[in-house]
């Protein structure tokens, strides 16, 4: 898709506006990701991969719990996200994956580390996992996508007119029905769209979001599950029984697949497990750590 700018998008990333925005700014061999290294010194690290449209924000609540039980927290926003770049390329699973593999470790992450990957972000993830497992601890998994249909309109992204067309006329009504349905309770959602809302004044913000659409694979993943649960590390799956974004319904199918060596449905809650529920997922992960860390040492 060629790369267009919309209404609304009225500001631009840049070094001298990055320079008044929230965050840290790392040159990686596709554009400048924003992320943010913080916790305690020392402390076993965990990395975020997030969903379609949320900046690194959306981890805040629980990377503050985790802080507080002794993990350091690597979160960044992915390329068309927050305040990384709006690369004008295909986003397509390589181009995430590559962020994640350049991040880490242009920040020189040593030691294998806890990596969390929400919603599409869980693909990313397992792409990811498949390619670098050595470095990986442990691997949890929150509402995860890649078993729902993929949208009706994708197929006619990635025609190159037609495509930009449609993502100028229809992405930010796409944008606003998918940020409307993510979390059960009206001022979480409220305070979440706002969020996403705030960085989509960026120019390109919609043609990286209808880009992915395009360019992503969102649908038919089970092979990636199924490899994904073949490798050695523990894993965690966790579901919101009230997500209608990535539905409850598939819970077992990626159970079968994922091979999970600890798996919780979250009740109640939305797709939004880590923003929904923080404290709980909190403790999750904390046990779940602690019970992989157990077994290594039999």
Partial sequence: MKYFVVPGETRHLDQATRAELRGDFIECSDGITHYEMAGPEGGEIVVFAGSLTTPLFYWDQLVGELHSRGFRTVTFSAYGRGYSDRVQAAYDEALFVRQIADLTQRLDLAEPFHLVGASMGALVAMAFAQQHTDRIATFTLAGPAGLQPAP???????????????????????????????????????????????????????????????????????????????????????????????????????????????????????????????????????????????????
Avoid at 204 to 212: D, E, F, N, V
Avoid at 259 to 282: D, K, L, N, R
Wanted: proline share 7%.
């Fill in 152 to 298: 009706a309109f994708a197929p006619l992204l990635r025609h190159e007119m037609l495509g930009a067309f449609l993502a100028k006329k229809l992405g930010s009504k796409m944008l606003d029905r998918h940020l409307s349905h993510n979390v059960r309770d009206p001022q979480q959602s409220a305070t979440l769209t706002a969020m996403v809302r705030e960085c989509y004044q960026f120019e390109g913000s919609i043609y990286a979001l209808t880009s992915t659409i395009a360019d992503f694979p969102l649908a038919g993943r089970q092979d990636l599950y199924r490899q994904t649960g073949r490798l050695p590390f523990p894993k965690m799956l966790l579901w919101g029984d009230e997500d209608d974004v990535t539905p409850i319904t598939s819970f077992d199918e990626v159970s079968a697949l994922f091979m999970p060596t600890q798996s919780h449905i979250v009740s109640p809650c939305g797709h939004m497990v880590p923003y929904e529920e923080p404290a709980q997922m909190s403790l999750l992960f904390t046990a779940f750590v602690e019970a992989a860390k157990k077994e290594s040492s039999r």
